[in-house]
């Protein structure tokens, strides 16, 4: 029987590659983005699987409650959800910070994640068990000056995650959390252009160094332990990090 599952931040590098994995696998995918453009592309990924492509703001509870019932409806039934959508937000010290920009970077890192359980969750429920994977970060367990907002919301993951782990470990569920370091791809190279806006090529060059492996991880090797963990994963393996940084959080 095929699986069937969502994927939100589905144009971006690491969810276009997780996209391109599953359909390979023969897996069903509703890839969510607010980029129809980069939507638009996905739908020459490669494999057995089916991709539906969805536009939709992942901070929004009645666009989120909406295409993971889409999902549900369309394929009779809904395996997992892997939540990557993100947003920098603003480069600035705290104090310097408008509550605005702490708002939206919640709404979109945080809620997101919130509403992509809260709807899925009886879903797969009613499947007999399934998947969830959140998307971390380094920076779930570690500081960072200047993103207050992003490294709040990812650490809050992290308690989102575990809780739900426990809640609906009984029902079969995994939840899981994957951490990526500093990875090849556009949001990456605003990260650069933010920490250093005066040489943003040092800024990659500096974030690559910062990885044991001396270079950014890319986005398919992010993708890989994504899939694994939605996919493959034994039922034990609930309520984890997963780091795919390059042995930075070794450190």
């Not at 939507?39 to 909406?66: C, I, K, N, W």
């Not at 990659?204 to 492996?213: F, N, P």
């Amino acid at each position: 029987m095929s699986k069937n599952v969502v994927v939100t931040g589905a144009g971006g590098g690491m969810g276009s590659a997780t996209v391109r994995l599953l359909v390979e696998r023969g897996v069903n995918v509703l890839a969510v983005d607010r980029d129809a453009d980069a939507l638009g592309r996905l739908t020459a990924a490669d494999g057995p699987g089916e991709v539906v492509v969805r536009t939709a703001d992942v901070g929004d509870a009645g666009d989120v409650e909406a295409f993971v019932a889409d999902a549900a409806r369309r394929w009779d039934g809904l395996d997992g959800i892997f939540n990557i959508a993100a947003i920098l937000g603003e480069f600035a010290p705290i104090a310097d910070s408008t509550n605005e920009g702490f708002d939206e970077v919640l709404r979109v890192n945080l809620k997101s994640v919130w509403y992509g359980m809260k709807y899925a969750i009886p879903h797969l429920i009613a499947r007999g068990g399934g998947s969830i994977v959140n998307t971390g970060s380094y920076l779930s367990w570690h500081g960072c000056e200047l993103l207050g907002p992003y490294n709040a919301a990812k650490h809050a993951i992290v308690g989102l995650t575990r809780t739900a782990a426990i809640e609906y470990g009984a029902h079969n569920i995994r939840v899981n959390v994957i951490c990526p370091g500093s990875m090849d791809t556009a949001m990456n190279d605003d990260t650069a252009a933010g920490f250093r806006p005066d040489d943003p090529q040092e800024g990659l060059r500096e974030l690559a160094a910062s990885a044991v492996t001396g270079r950014l991880t890319a986005p398919e090797e992010a993708a890989a332990v994504g899939v694994f963990l939605l996919l493959d994963a034994p039922v034990q393996m609930t309520g984890t990090l997963v780091p795919v940084d390059g042995g930075r959080s070794a450190r």
